[in-house]
């Protein structure tokens, strides 16, 4: 690889390297701009208690009749998500919708006398409030003796569950408007590559083959840093993590962090007395460490029995989402532009602690090192330093009193796209 100097910056050669940088689709890149989406997780496990459905409760026993999916709705806008990802079917099999392919669902209990149909309620509910919606359909699925990925024991039982599932992923795709986002939670191994191309040629899809994202490797709600956005194709294929990431990778493929509101670790909501929300300030964290090192923050809430996401819980995210306004909703100063040095002057001279970077992804993920500098007491004095920028870097300073702040790109391949440098008040 060629490097050049400019202006006390390595970069390498324009033109062909430049050009073997992966790159994201226009689809990819507006699922980055949302930064936040509402995970949702009901179950017949939430009436048990427990993670994952052992079909222990009578049908006649489910019966949400609080539920309002406009609330769900409501939570997911005052957390400042863009999306709720629900999930239609889990391990277990129950199908929150009017399903053809199963006696295992919302159709066999007394809500709204086995006429509901919660995808139905929440697709107008999503669009109402300028929401989008995703779905989780479970390739395994206990009712049908499919194991993770959609494996069945026989070759006559996998045709049966292909068939099964292929027209699941169907009525999902084409009763309930646009879906952006299908999460194939383990891995998929069932083909479905056509109905995704006929019925949902611009939806994210999280694992499979197919897959557009990927996930972050753990469920704490972080990613590492750097987080590089692409991966090596072989990567993608197999099942890629953030583990995979490399700033040389063929295969555009960008982390979404999934994690929980509630400690201990539940998904779903439950009457265990253990089960705390978690602290604002650890949620914050969170969001530091996702969507300030790149990633996509998923973050769940759990309806009750009632089909009501509980008030404690609403008044959490909302907190969550305020908070998250309070320190990014309005800039000190902020600019753009291309090349290895970029330089802010702020209206006044004021103290700082944050500062956000982003690169024009368009061109590919360009900067591989840079370190930003204050204009403090008559010379430049640095921030803070790191390595990928990305879709967007929040970085944490010692409050520090500036009237000039300037990024300098240390290395990166061809000349850096900033798409916006930003300084803000200390949290």
Not at 22 to 40: I, R, Y
Not at 210 to 232: K, L, M, Q, S
């Amino acid at each position: 690889m060629l490097w050049i100097l400019i202006a006390g910056v390595l970069c390498a050669g324009a033109g062909e390297t430049v050009d073997r940088l992966a790159t994201p689709t226009p689809e990819q890149a507006a699922w980055q701009d949302m930064e936040l989406e509402m995970f949702l997780c009901l179950d017949p496990c939430t009436w048990q208690n427990r993670e994952y459905d052992d079909h222990s409760t009578p049908l006649p026993k489910i019966n949400p009749e609080r539920l309002d999916t406009d609330q769900w709705a409501r939570v997911a806008a005052s957390m400042g998500a863009k999306q709720i990802l629900f999930v239609a079917k889990h391990t277990g099999g129950f199908c929150w919708w009017q399903t053809e392919t199963s006696a295992y669902g919302v159709k066999e209990t007394p809500w709204r006398g086995g006429k509901g149909d919660v995808l139905s309620d929440l697709s107008a509910s999503c669009r109402k409030a300028g929401l989008k919606l995703g779905v989780y359909l479970s390739p395994k699925d206990d009712h049908h003796g499919a194991d993770t990925g959609g494996r069945c024991k026989t070759p006559e039982a996998q045709a049966k569950y292909d068939a099964i599932y292929r027209q699941q992923l169907t009525e999902l795709l084409t009763r309930y408007g646009e879906i952006s986002e299908v999460w194939y939670d383990g891995g998929l191994m069932i083909e479905v590559g056509d109905l995704l191309k006929q019925h949902a040629p611009r939806a994210m899809i999280f694992q499979g083959k197919h897959a557009t994202i990927r996930w972050v490797g753990n469920e704490e709600g972080f990613a590492p840093y750097p987080a590089w956005n692409a991966v090596d194709e072989t990567a993608r294929v197999r099942g890629a993590t953030a583990a995979d990431s490399t700033p040389d990778g063929n295969a555009w493929l960008p982390i979404e962090v999934d994690t929980v509101n509630v400690s201990p670790h539940y998904w779903f909501w439950n009457q265990h007395p253990d089960r705390k929300l978690r602290p604002l300030e650890e949620l914050m964290d969170c969001y530091y460490r996702s969507v300030g090192h790149g990633a996509v923050l998923l973050l769940n809430q759990s309806p009750d029995t009632s089909g009501l996401i509980p008030e404690a819980d609403a008044r959490q995210a909302a907190a969550f989402g305020a908070e998250i306004q309070r320190r990014f909703g309005k800039s000190l100063a902020e600019t753009a532009g291309p090349g290895p040095v970029l330089e802010l002057t702020l209206p006044q001279a004021a103290r700082i602690g944050q500062v956000v970077t982003m690169e024009d992804l368009r061109g590919g993920e360009r900067v591989r090192a840079y370190v930003i500098e204050g204009w403090v007491a008559g010379e430049w004095k640095a921030l803070c330093q790191g390595s990928a920028i990305g879709h967007k870097k929040i970085d944490r300073i010692e409050p520090m009193d500036v009237s000039r702040v300037r990024l300098r790109c240390l290395q990166a391949v061809g000349e850096p796209q900033i798409r916006r440098l930003a300084v803000y008040a200390a949290p």
